[in-house]
């Protein structure tokens, strides 16, 4: 039997069915609009420290399902998701949690949508750095946006980034191995964490990602510790090039039959 990736529907992850209806109250039609609502919603932990929250609140951020964020913006401000917070009522959050909260809000609204995890170009030249954007269906293609990135002023377009600007950890496996990219430009900012093992850890995540289930970015399964301790060898690059390829062309049956494999399939003890 054919597997089927429902991108319309929410998964563990992004499933909102148990938010009141109220909070949805104009919940626009377009993509685009959706995602404009988020960078609203979520606030970076270094943007909340400047206006002061209380330290009990930067748990958030460890927050995985997309109900429980909206459970917390509902808490701060009772308002429906379409009314803009003020930075102290919006749910602390990194760069995945504004993907994330897009795409469930679009999978909500019936929009085929998943969230991507891999590097952005845009933030600091020269540097591929660790985030995570959305992409949605339109006209039969995927568009990637970056909800983060709307209203900043680091990108003309973030509601249709172009090739180049954000590759997926797939994306950029593929290019480190074909000799066109020096993994040492990638990693996370403000960190000495760059190097291949942030790659392939974000490669993995990736397919994770394409199968709904949107781990936070330092969740670590399989393999995935001994790469980043330098502990692994050809045999898991050579797993990496599978994952690379696979995300990047397979489709919805071989990107689910790839995720099967132990390794790669995101433990429950993180699915929660």
């Not at 109900?67 to 379409?82: F, I, M």
């Not at 936070?216 to 990496?240: F, H, I, K, N, V």
Request: hydrophobic share 40%.
């Amino acid at each position: 039997m054919t597997a089927t990736i429902d991108y319309t529907a929410g998964g563990p992850l992004t499933d909102l069915s148990t938010i009141s209806s109220g909070a949805f109250v104009d919940l626009p039609e377009d993509p685009v609009a959706i995602c404009r609502l988020v960078h609203k919603l979520v606030i970076q932990p270094h943007d909340a420290e400047r206006v002061e929250l209380p330290p009990g609140r930067f748990g958030e951020n460890q927050i995985r399902p997309a109900a429980r964020l909206v459970g917390t913006l509902l808490t701060l401000d009772p308002s429906p998701l379409t009314v803009p917070r003020p930075p102290e009522r919006r749910v602390i959050g990194t760069c995945r949690h504004f993907a994330v909260l897009a795409c469930a809000l679009l999978r909500h609204r019936g929009i085929a949508a998943r969230a991507r995890c891999g590097f952005a170009t845009y933030f600091q030249p020269g540097l591929g750095l660790d985030h995570w954007v959305v992409e949605f269906s339109s006209d039969g293609s995927w568009v990637r946006a970056d909800p983060e990135a709307m209203g900043l002023p680091v990108l003309p377009t973030p509601e249709a980034l172009v090739p180049g600007q954000f590759l997926t950890g797939g994306e950029a496996w593929a290019e480190f191995r074909a000799g066109r990219l020096d993994p040492a430009k990638f990693g996370v900012r403000g960190t000495e964490n760059f190097g291949p093992a942030e790659i392939r850890g974000n490669a993995i995540r990736d397919l994770a990602s394409l199968n709904r289930v949107e781990t936070l970015p330092w969740d670590e399964w399989g393999r995935m510790e001994a790469s980043y301790q330098g502990r692994t060898g050809a045999d898991y690059d050579a797993l990496l090039d599978t994952v690379a390829s696979v995300c990047a062309a397979g489709g919805p049956a071989e990107v689910a039959a790839l995720y099967e494999s132990e390794e790669l399939r995101v433990p429950s003890a993180l699915i929660a």
